[in-house]
């Protein structure tokens, strides 16, 4: 049995792991499902997805903003606030992404030293590991 991983997830596969299942990777799936990991979404997923939810350009996410802490806890993710170390991480990285989000999430990665589950090979420009 190999070492316990901190995966912290990207607000596109958790709203997958919400709504629709079927889009996360086999291999993330793996991991998401193994007992021993611990699973963790940002602060900065639940802002993500209310304000784009607002904005209409995430009509199916309703449930993750609706019911935060219910799906929180159905899948037992832990929720990772954001904290003034990340900020200023984020701010930091001298990488053309312009995306506030991933680089909360990126930022949050590094500094707590998880692994970013996502689709997006965005995440590779900063100095995180990242599963799909």
Not at 57 to 65: D, F, I, N, T
Not at 105 to 121: G, N, W, Y
Request: proline share 5%; with cysteine.
């Amino acid at each position: 049995m190999g070492l316990a991983l901190k995966l912290l997830l990207d607000t596109s596969t958790l709203i997958w792991i919400t709504v629709e299942p079927g889009q996360v990777s086999s291999a993330a799936r793996a991991e998401l499902d193994s007992a021993g990991n611990e699973l963790w979404v940002s602060a900065a997923s639940a802002w993500e997805i209310a304000t784009k939810h607002r904005l209409g350009r995430l009509e199916h996410a309703g449930p993750p903003v609706t019911g935060w802490s219910e799906q929180l806890e159905r899948f037992s993710f832990d929720c990772l606030p954001v904290t003034d170390r990340h900020a200023l991480r984020a701010g930091s990285y001298e990488i053309d992404h312009a995306d506030p989000f991933d680089r909360m999430i990126a930022a949050q990665a590094e500094l707590e030293q998880m692994t970013v589950v996502a689709i997006d090979r965005a995440f590779d420009l900063f100095p995180v590991r990242r599963l799909w």
